[in-house]
Nanobody, 121 residues
Framework: QVQVVESGGGLVQAGGSLRLSCTAS????????IGWDRQAPGKQRELVAR???????NYADSVKGRFTISRDNAKNTVYLQMNSLKPDDTAVYYC???????????????WGQGTQVTVSS
């Protein structure tokens, strides 16, 4: 079975930093695209950052220049380094992964359960 596990959330003051980690693993699962969405209370879930199989990057305008996504393919892990955090960054951050399973041509999508990031003023 595919398992998506997130860590690194917490409480930080404005201007501080956090690093989120997400590992997506399974005996026959190969990651293509992996990244992060977030959802704040009363808000729609929105894209934060993605890194694709060809290592192309996609960031929300609100986090460009502050957040950096990277991946370690050997560990099936993606990281989100968040610097210069603002109160508006407060949200639950969800890891999501797209990939393939051995013997299946279609793509599969998996989500983590979310990790809370709270930025105080």
């Amino acid at each position: 079975q595919v398992q998506v596990v997130e860590s690194g959330g917490g409480l930080v003051q404005a201007g501080g930093s956090l690093r989120l980690s997400c590992t997506a693993s399974g005996s026959t699962f190969s990651i293509n695209t992996i990244g992060w969405d977030r959802q704040a209370p009363g808000k729609q879930r929105e894209l934060v950052a993605r890194i694709s199989g060809d290592d192309s990057l996609n960031y929300a305008d609100s986090v460009k220049g502050r957040f950096t996504i990277s991946r370690d393919n050997a560990k099936n892990t993606v990281y989100l380094q968040m610097n210069s955090l603002k109160p508006d960054d407060t949200a639950v951050y969800y890891c999501n992964a797209y990939g393939t399973k051995a013997g299946r041509p279609e793509m599969f999508e998996y989500w983590g359960q979310g990790t809370q990031v709270t930025v105080s003023s």
